[in-house]
């Protein structure tokens, strides 16, 4: 609550709420993650989580514990084909929901237009450093 002219006080709560992914359970179903590393949110209160170790980006609409994946395999497969992703970090969503996935396996930032089935490489080449 803002007062105005008054101090602002913050106090943590303890006790989180799991909005994505089953808590402390790994899997590649729609319906648990494994190891997510970012996340975006659009303006419609959906969420896009960059799933790590199960290289893909899985959409979560409001409201929904369900996930759809939108970017990668959805099976756990990574992938260094467009069609696929290599451990993704960072996701990017613009306002057409647009993808925007930085990973770390491929060494590239890959961009998916909504509803697309395979990313383009707008950054990096793509191979691993030797």
């Not at 590649?28 to 989580?49: E, K, V």
């Not at 925007?100 to 707008?122: D, F, K, M, P, T």
Request: charged share 15%; glycine share 12%.
């Amino acid at each position: 609550k803002i007062i105005p002219n008054k101090e602002s006080v913050l106090r943590w709560n303890s006790t989180g709420l799991t909005i994505a992914g089953v808590s402390n359970v790994a899997g590649t179903d729609n319906m648990h993650l494994n190891m997510s590393s970012d996340l975006a949110l659009d303006y419609q209160g959906t969420i896009f989580i960059a799933d790590r170790y199960n290289h893909r980006i899985q959409k979560y609409v409001r409201g929904s514990m369900n996930g759809t994946t939108v970017a990668g395999f959805g099976n756990g497969t990574s992938s260094n084909s467009l069609y696929g992703l290599g451990s993704p970090v960072h996701v990017i969503v613009d306002d057409e929901q647009n993808l925007y996935i930085a990973e770390s396996g491929n060494n590239r930032v890959s961009w998916w237009s909504r509803h697309a089935l395979s990313g383009v490489v707008v950054a990096g080449f793509g191979k691993k450093n030797r």
